[in-house]
């Protein structure tokens, strides 16, 4: 039987008859079952910190979500999980959050050592987590003692059940051994084990030394452990690793066959597993392979060009024999993958609102050729910047996801009266000579939009420029003056000119007059029609070529259907490509994607397909400095790319060398 036809005709049985959408659901996983499709999810940080912190902030945006039943936590110990606790018991105490409907049950313990010993996982978890975030009169809201639970030696099937009992776990932390390992069920023990007790093999001995005085006879040689079983029915699962010695581990565990060998390749099954990784535990999941693209037209040297591409280990490289894979690109164009450097949101993710969900968007991207991009984030309170700056910092999802390069902040040191659509109550015409006063830590932004004429504006532009922040004018009343002491104290780009800035007049042209004759700046624009009529953008293109980059401010309605959405904290209506704040005729931001715009670009100015491929790719780049390791097809380059038809349709996208985007696929 042909599975497709069988899975098209279920499909319409779904529309006759709504009750079939659990046969066809259940349909769908025994076909991936069968078909062993097991796409294990990973996402690569710059920062091992900023990894530990997102973990320990989903775990209790997952403990506030359930104010009134158990929340059950299954908790591992090692040098990796130190600082996932030392987050969290900040946060916890930050937020002064309930913790007395927690539940937790560590992974193992070792035999044969006291639990008063500093060394047992026991005292390790009292250290680093439990003792300040313990339940007693002067901490109501802490963790009840009798909710902590450890596993030991005598009942270990009374653990497995008392772990059932709570219904399993709802959110499970792992580490992962030099071994693959996990918990310590080490190489050898079977899928279905439930808690046990297990010989420790001779490399996690060697391993775990560290924390035994440097000797490895002094580490317990055995433990007790929760079976591989009982994790993998934990409704969802984050495994941590960090730095070179994990590597193979994490390779073997994402793209080797699932095998005991490896204990921690069984979550290839599990449907709600993430790995969070630094670049060292991530380096060997590039395809080793070496790539052979043939037959396509390359834009190199600001030419579409006939050629063929090389690359190994994610990146362009110089010709190779006997490649293992040959791409035939069927005559069509290959371009840097897009650069989108001012996006608000996408597919139901508003990155000031519901930043958790970026990972759907960073997906969703890949379709419009976009490779990387700035998630970018409206006028907002302290608070609010100190809630999500976080979850959206630099990290690589690997080939299903466009990157996050980093943050845009637009705003709120804005002219109140060119707010547009940014809350008007959060703006600061003022800036107080304390840069952290409102933003917090600006780790990971890279572009920051302001008014240049504010008071204090100029230091504003001095002191995020000396941190290598791109600084943007934008939202602005500034006279053509005040535009070039902006440039002069060292901003490099217009955001969206002629919209949301003091427009063109005559005797006064204003940042828009600078953008268009001083080489110096760069411009941003919204080619979807809308914004701009197709005569303004020709304009732009005509007096200054050079400093355009196109970007899309898209909010979180691009690739949905016309309805109610958000920006920030507030409403939007959304009809064709035109979108207010709703009941109100205030433009807020688009639903173009970048292939769209850049498609407009030619048409309303007609520019060479060059010029527009390089102004979504290889411009915006150079602006926040990454280029030519992005936005180039150079050898050194990562190779992100993009397949386009000779209409500029997106035919398929590439990251790291790796097809993460086909059409129709
Ligand atoms: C600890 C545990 C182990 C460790 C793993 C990595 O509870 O279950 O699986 O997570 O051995 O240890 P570190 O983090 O020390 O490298």
């Known amino acids: 039987m042909d599975f497709f036809l069988l899975f098209c005709k279920l499909c319409r049985q779904i529309r006759r008859n709504p009750m079939r959408k659990i046969t066809v659901l259940l349909f769908v996983y025994i076909f991936l079952n069968i078909l062993n499709i097991n796409a294990l999810e990973y996402e690569i940080y710059d920062s091992s910190d900023t990894a530990s912190y997102l973990v320990a902030r989903e775990i209790v945006d997952l ?19 130190t600082s996932v606790y030392s987050h969290l018991k900040n946060i916890i105490k930050e937020e002064c ?159 080797g066959e699932i095998s005991t060998d490896i204990p921690a390749s069984i979550l290839q099954k599990h449907h709600n597993t993430k790995f969070m990784l630094d670049k060292d535990a991530a380096q060997l999941l590039q ?11 390359f834009l190199k040297d600001g ?33 840097p993958g897009f650069i989108d450097l001012q996006i608000n949101g996408a597919f139901g993710c508003d990155f000031s609102r519901n930043p958790e969900q970026i990972e759907e968007a960073a997906k969703g991207l890949l379709q419009y050729g976009v490779t990387a991009f700035l998630p970018t984030v409206v006028s907002s309170t302290p608070e609010t910047y100190s809630k999500i700056l976080k979850k959206l910092q630099p990290r690589s999802y690997g080939s299903s996801g466009a990157e996050i390069l980093g943050i845009h902040l637009e705003g709120p040191y804005f002219s109140s009266q060119y707010g547009g659509a940014h809350d008007q109550f959060v703006l600061q015409d003022h800036y107080l000579n304390d840069i952290n006063s409102i933003y917090g830590d600006l780790e990971g932004v890279k572009i920051v939009t302001l008014a240049p004429e504010i008071t204090n504006g100029i230091s504003l532009i001095n002191e995020l420029s000396a941190r290598g922040i791109v600084v943007s004018m934008g939202h602005s009343a500034a006279t053509y003056v005040e535009a070039l002491n902006g440039i002069e104290a060292g901003a490099l780009l217009a955001t969206h000119l002629f919209n949301a800035m003091t427009p063109y007049h005559h005797r006064n042209p204003g940042i828009i007059g600078a953008a268009l004759i001083e080489p110096k700046l760069n411009y941003s624009i919204i080619v979807d029609g809308f914004h701009l009529c197709p005569e303004t953008v020709k304009l732009c293109y005509q007096l200054n070529p050079q400093g355009l980059i196109l970007v899309t401010d898209a909010t979180e309605a691009l690739g949905l259907k016309d309805g109610i959405y958000h920006l920030g904290n507030k409403c939007t209506e959304v009809l064709g490509n035109k979108i207010y704040i709703a009941g109100s005729s205030t433009i807020a931001g688009s639903n173009i994607s970048m292939n769209m715009a850049l498609k407009n670009l030619i048409i309303f100015t007609g520019c060479a397909i060059e010029e527009a491929l390089e102004a979504a790719s290889k411009k915006p780049a150079q602006l926040i400095g990454i280029y030519p390791t992005k936005g180039s097809l150079e050898v050194g380059a990562d190779a992100d790319f993009v397949v386009l038809s000779d209409s500029l349709d997106v035919i398929e996208t590439y990251i790291g060398g790796e097809l993460s985007f086909q059409q129709g696929g």
């Open 63 to 81: 403990v506030k979500s359930k104010e009134n039943q158990p929340v059950v936590l299954g908790l591992a110990t090692g040098g990796t999980m």
């Open 97 to 255: 959050l309930d913790l007395s409907h927690v539940i937790t049950f560590n992974l193992d313990e070792y035999l044969d050592l006291p639990l008063s010993d500093p060394e047992s996982y026991h005292s390790f978890m009292f250290t680093n987590l439990f003792e300040t975030i313990l339940y007693s009169e002067q901490n109501p809201k802490g963790i009840k003692r009798e909710n902590i639970h450890f596993p030991n030696e005598q009942d270990v099937d009374l653990y497995d059940k008392m772990i059932e009992s709570y219904g399993n776990i709802d959110l499970q932390l792992l580490g992962i051994g030099r071994n693959g390992h996990i918990g310590f069920s080490e190489p050898g023990t079977p899928f279905d084990s439930t808690t046990f007790v297990v010989e420790l093999h001779q490399t996690t001995r060697e391993d775990n030394a560290r924390f035994f005085g440097g000797d490895v006879n002094n580490v317990p040689k055995k433990a007790v452990t929760m079976g591989i079983k009982t994790i993998i029915e934990a409704k969802k699962i984050i495994l941590l690793a960090f730095g070179d010695s994990k590597k193979e581990a994490v390779k073997n565990a994402i793209n």
């Open 287 to 297: 395809n080793q392979e070496t790539i052979h693209l043939f037959n396509g037209k």
């Open 303 to 335: 030419k579409i060009q006939p050629g063929e591409l090389w690359i190994q280990n994610g990146k362009f490289v110089s010709e190779k024999n006997n490649c293992e894979i040959q791409i035939d690109l069927n005559g069509n164009i290959v371009a």
